[in-house]
C-alpha cells in the first residue's frame, strides 16, 4: 500500500528534529575539543586583591609574574591556552603540567595585566577553567627606584682631618759684663789689691734700637741690683782689710 506524501511529512518531523538535537550537542570541534573561558573576572594583575600568591610556579623565573591556570575535575585536559597579558600582547600555550595537562602555566612582564584568557579543552564538560594562582616577580614585590639625590648616603664614610702645629721657641741668653775694682791701699803697709772680676753675660735679640752705656739694656733691674751689691761688699771687704793692716802696723 502506497504512503500518502502526508505521512512522510508527518515522519519526517521528529527525524529533523533528532538530528537538530544531535548536532547542538555536538562538540565545537571535530576532534573534540570545545572552548571554555577563565572563570575569573578580568582584568587582573598577579598581585590584585581576591589573587592568592606562591612563591613558585614551575620553571618560571623570579624576575617574571607566574601564573597557574587549572582545569576543574579529572577528566578535562588543555589542549590550547589563549591569554592577552598588557603589556605583553597574546601568548598560545601548548605544552601543559606539570603534574597533568589539566594545569597550565604562563609568564608576563612583572606587572602585567591579564586582559583576557579562553581554552580549548577535551573530555568531560568543563565549562570554564580557573586562575589558581599567580607568582609575583621579586622586582614586583620589592621596586627599587633608581632615584638619586643629594642626601648623604648611609654608607658614607665622612673624614675630617685637622693638623695643627705650634713649635713655640725661644731663646734668650742674657748677658751682662760688669768689672769692678777696688784697690784700698794704706801709707804705712803697703797697697793691698782684690780685683774680683764677677761677669754674667746675656744676650737677647731685640727689634728696638740699641741704646748707649756701658751696660746692655735688658729690660730688667735685677743684674745691676746685683753689681751693686757686689760692689758694696767689695769695698767693705777692702775697708777691713786696710784697718786691719793698720792695727797690725801700730801693734808692731
Not at 601548548?94 to 606587572?111: L, M, N, R
Request: aromatic fraction near 4%.
Amino acid at each position: 500500500m502506497p504512503i500518502s506524501p502526508k505521512r512522510w511529512a508527518v515522519a519526517a518531523v521528529p527525524a529533523a528534529a533528532s538530528l537538530l538535537l544531535a548536532a547542538g550537542a555536538a562538540p565545537a570541534f571535530a576532534d573534540g575539543s570545545y572552548t571554555i573561558p577563565i572563570h575569573q573576572k578580568l582584568p587582573l594583575t598577579a598581585t590584585s586583591q581576591g589573587v592568592e600568591n606562591q612563591k613558585k610556579c614551575a620553571d618560571i623565573p623570579s624576575t617574571q609574574d607566574g601564573w597557574h591556570f587549572v582545569l576543574p575535575g579529572n577528566s578535562t585536559t588543555f589542549v590550547e591556552l589563549k591569554v592577552t597579558f598588557e603589556p605583553g600582547g597574546e601568548k598560545t600555550v601548548t605544552v601543559f603540567g606539570p603534574p597533568t595537562d589539566k594545569h597550565a602555566y604562563v609568564a608576563s612582564e612583572p606587572g602585567a595585566k591579564l586582559t583576557a584568557a579562553s581554552a580549548k579543552v577535551t573530555g568531560g564538560s568543563a565549562e570554564w577553567f580557573n586562575l589558581s594562582h599567580t607568582c609575583p616577580s621579586s622586582a614586583t614585590a620589592s621596586p627599587s627606584p633608581s632615584v638619586s639625590s643629594g642626601a648623604p648616603s648611609p654608607s658614607g664614610s665622612p673624614s675630617s682631618s685637622a693638623s695643627a702645629s705650634s713649635s713655640p721657641s725661644s731663646s734668650a741668653s742674657p748677658s751682662a759684663s760688669a768689672s769692678s775694682s777696688v784697690s784700698p791701699s794704706g801709707t804705712p803697709s803697703g797697697t793691698p789689691s782684690g780685683s774680683p772680676a764677677p761677669s754674667g753675660s746675656a744676650s737677647a735679640p731685640a727689634t728696638g734700637g740699641t741704646t748707649g752705656g756701658g751696660l746692655a739694656n735688658t729690660g730688667s733691674d735685677a743684674p745691676v741690683g746685683l753689681i751693686a751689691g757686689m760692689a758694696a761688699a767689695l769695698v767693705g771687704a777692702g775697708a777691713f782689710l786696710v784697718v786691719r793692716r793698720r792695727r797690725a802696723g801700730a801693734e808692731g
